[in-house]
């Protein structure tokens, strides 16, 4: 018995993963649960089995809608055609996509990642940026600006700020974002980053972090370039960054009008007066732009964004995203899976000091489908086999795959919502056992 258990001992040294320094501090005491690191990747082979619809039992598609709160979305992904699925209507422009902020769904889309100028809507990476000095508290909204020669000269569209007349950065933000000012714009990017050039190397590095692929900047404004372009996608993109980032100042794009200088101007975004639910957001137009229009609604707790570039007019944008808004609510739910921090299932752990682990989701988690199709959703856990201790808190054990009518439509990273560890050399010594009888 002695020589057995030296020989399994042996065994579990010599199976035993190696960790570095840096995953045992990570991992913290054996005797406590750990702070969620990295989540690591999945790399041994997986399980496959079938998981419980949890709206299976909805009696109707309104009792699945979701009412989570808002979390950060996924990165974009187009949603699959199904059988039955509603049509786009046809919309006048040149490119457009709609997009599910709360399941980070592509619902339909045009020409949505063809480059094309972007014209005034180049400001909401401006406010992106000036949003984030502002939370770093580099600069203040009460902080008054200097006016420089160059933002004063600036033409198209104005705030009319003058030199040597006092401006905040306040209302500096409501002239870029209510009237397109682009003085007002020149003005901000020269106070957070000293000048324009630089504020565009920050531009640029910004859409590198947020995923933004086909977007070029080469000025603040918009002004037609060559090397000044975006994607209807990655428009959307940024605007879903933006209104989960920096939801104490999105507000700022609701606001219908505003003066300054004893000059009254309105928000271009004509939606703004026509739709109740509509609450942003930019409006651009050059003659190589065309007539272009980001727009926002949120109804309950869904928040839709449409984007249209090339419109033959401003009514013409107005229209289109109107119709591309309406569809999208009508035609589509958005369903509410999992909850965050909440076990989806539990999965067998060996060498642990546990044996067996709670793993769900560190977010919530939803999808966006056909009206009336949520009972019909299929879920597919694949899961770490075998699954060997240390297991970290937020470790990604798995993956849960959706899909609707044999059509994978979103797939989630399963992980640990606790730490198990490493078992006693007596325990090790055991499971080594187990799992070589349960594999032979």
């Known amino acids: ?201 920050r531009m640029n590095d910004e859409a590198a972090k947020l995923g933004l692929a086909s977007t070029h900047y080469a000025d603040v404004n918009g002004l037609p370039s060559p090397d000044h372009y975006s994607t209807a996608n990655d428009l959307a993109r940024l605007t879903v960054a933006l209104i989960r980032d920096f939801p104490e100042y999105y507000p700022m794009f609701a606001i219908k009008e505003y003066r300054y200088n004893n000059i009254t101007q309105s928000n271009r975004n004509r939606l703004l007066w026509s739709d109740p639910y509509v609450d942003g957001v930019k409006t651009g137009h050059t003659d190589d732009a065309g007539f272009c229009l980001v727009a926002s609604a949120k109804r309950g707790e869904r928040r839709l964004v449409s984007v249209v570039l090339g419109a033959e007019s401003d009514a013409g944008r107005t229209a289109e995203s109107q119709k591309l808004l309406n569809w999208g609510f009508q035609a589509f739910d958005t369903v509410a899976l999992y909850q965050s921090g909440k076990p989806v299932t539990s999965l067998r752990v060996w060498k642990g000091t546990e044996r067996e682990v709670s793993a769900g989701f560190l977010a919530n988690r939803y999808v966006t489908l056909p009206k009336g199709k949520a009972s019909e959703l299929q879920l597919t856990m694949h899961s770490t086999q075998p699954l060997i201790a240390p297991v970290l808190a937020s470790q990604q054990v798995g993956t849960v795959d959706v899909a609707l009518e044999g059509q994978k439509i979103a797939s989630f990273p399963l992980i640990a919502l606790q730490a198990v560890p490493i078992a006693s050399i007596f325990g090790r010594a055991v499971d080594t056992v187990r799992l070589w009888f349960s594999h032979r």
């Open 1 to 201: 018995m002695r020589s057995f258990l030296s020989v399994c001992a042996l065994s579990v040294a010599m199976s035993a993963p190696v960790i570095s320094p840096a995953a045992f501090a990570a991992a913290g005491p054996a005797s406590a649960p750990t702070a969620a690191p990295t989540p690591r990747s999945v790399t041994s082979p997986a399980a496959t089995s079938a998981l419980p619809n949890p709206l299976a039992g909805a009696a109707k598609s309104s009792d699945a809608t979701a009412a989570l709160p808002d979390v950060a979305p996924p990165l974009l992904m187009p949603l699959p055609q199904v059988t039955g699925a509603p049509t786009p209507p046809g919309i006048d422009a040149a490119a457009w996509t709609l997009v599910d902020t709360l399941s980070g769904t592509i619902i339909a889309s045009s020409n949505a990642d063809v480059r094309r100028a972007p014209a005034s809507l180049t400001k909401l990476m401006t406010a992106y940026l000036v949003f984030q000095a502002l939370r770093a508290k580099s600069i203040t909204l009460a902080q008054e600006a200097p006016v420089s020669e160059n933002a004063w000269r600036t033409g198209g569209s104005r705030m009319f700020i003058e030199p040597r007349k006092p401006v905040t950065v306040d209302e500096l933000l409501h002239g870029v974002i209510v009237q397109s000012g682009n003085d007002a714009t020149v003005a901000l990017a020269e106070l957070v980053a000293g000048s324009t050039a630089v504020f565009v190397q």
